[in-house]
């Protein structure tokens, strides 16, 4: 691997998102990793992420930005807690409470997209990430989303069986 991304330590029954889990072979593998005091996650789509031809299907972008910003949130709380990845502690695991998208410009289909994310808010369970969607030097979109600790219900369903 080029570089270490939450996503590569989120313990493996939690490691099925079909946007960001690495043990989902179907899924997009999204990876988010920190840059200095922002967060990064990039992405090429390929053909089949079209809307129509040319652009990309805002649907991937909400998925790209959703899982961006629970990796954010985990790799927030993680830091906060004094660990980096690679430690033995567990890396948290974040659901999505809130979603927002802005979809400024239309997103061309053929640049890789970067998704810079900002830890805007992090409180004891909850982290607020204000994200922007690049293409190029274009600014197609931009995300608020509110995440919080994964609650304990959701462990009975985490891994396929
Ligand atoms: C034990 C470990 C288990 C691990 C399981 C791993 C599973 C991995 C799964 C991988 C999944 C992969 C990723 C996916 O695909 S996640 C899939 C999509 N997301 C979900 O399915 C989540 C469904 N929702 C819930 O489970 C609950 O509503 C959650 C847990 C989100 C909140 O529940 P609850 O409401 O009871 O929590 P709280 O009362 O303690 O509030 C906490 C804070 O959050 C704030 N807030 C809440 N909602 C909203 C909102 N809509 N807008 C703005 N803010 C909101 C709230 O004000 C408070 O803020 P503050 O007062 O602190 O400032």
New binding site residues.
């Given amino acids: 691997m080029d570089f270490l991304a939450v996503q590569d330590f989120y313990p493996e029954d939690?490691a099925w998102?079909y946007g960001c889990g690495r043990m989902n072979s179907s899924g997009h593998h999204f990876r988010t990793r920190w840059n200095e005091e922002e967060t990064l996650t990039e992405y090429q789509p390929g053909p089949e992420h079209m809307a129509i031809p040319g652009f990309v299907y805002g649907g991937l972008i909400a998925s790209l930005f959703?899982c961006h910003s629970?990796g954010s949130a985990s790799l927030a709380f993680y830091r906060q807690a004094g660990h980096a990845l690679g430690d033995e502690t567990p890396v948290p695991?974040c659901?999505?409470?809130?979603l927002k998208v802005d979809y400024l410009k239309p997103t061309p289909l053929g640049p890789t997209l970067r998704v810079i994310g900002r830890i805007a808010e992090i409180?004891?369970?909850?982290v607020v990430v204000v994200s922007e969607l690049w293409a190029k030097d274009v600014l197609c979109a931009r995300c608020e989303a509110?995440l919080?600790t994964?609650?304990?219900s959701?462990?009975q369903n985490?891994s396929p069986s």
């Fill in positions: 939690f998102c959703d629970t695991r659901v999505t409470a809130s409180g004891r369970k909850k509110v919080v994964a609650p304990a959701m462990l985490s």
